[in-house]
């Protein structure tokens, strides 16, 4: 070959893998942070999600439905207020979610008009100590604070 040389010597190329690998170590602990919180996000819209569709059961099928919360298990279920019949169970302690006690206590009845008997705030912690607060109000509304 005229002019030149054209490959890659093996120094240059270590010094490539090497460059990378250490982006790589850099870049790492700050994913896994990034990916803890967007689990812990996707866990409390989930149990958001629960509660809404609690309320949608109860107007839909015109009685009452009531979501209890079982803090040593860490699932909650919704049932039917009249027979206690299990409509739905949601495990939210596979998603690392801790669920401290809600301010009117471990169940919320959502009447056939979509209401609730009293407003609740449900204190949520993550693994890494995230809190982030649920709150179902008197007119059956959940949102997220």
Known sequence: ?????????????MM??????LLVALAAPNFLTLQSRQQTRSAIEEIASELRL??????????????VFDLE??????????????NRLYRYGDKGLIIDEPSAGLEI????SGRTATATTI?????????RKLTVGITGR????
């Not at 070959?1 to 190329?13: C, P």
């Open 109 to 112: 009845f959502f009447h056939s």
């Open 123 to 131: 204190p949520l912690r993550s693994g890494d100590g995230q809190t």
């Open 1 to 13: 070959m005229v002019g030149g040389q054209h490959g890659q010597s093996i120094l240059e190329l």
């Open 54 to 67: 609690a309320r949608q059961l109860a107007i839909a099928h015109r009685e009452r439905v009531r979501v």
């Open 16 to 21: 490539v893998v090497a460059i990378s690998g």
């Open 142 to 145: 959940v949102s997220i604070r």
């Open 73 to 86: 298990q860490r699932v909650m279920s919704t049932q039917s207020a009249n027979d206690a019949t299990v």
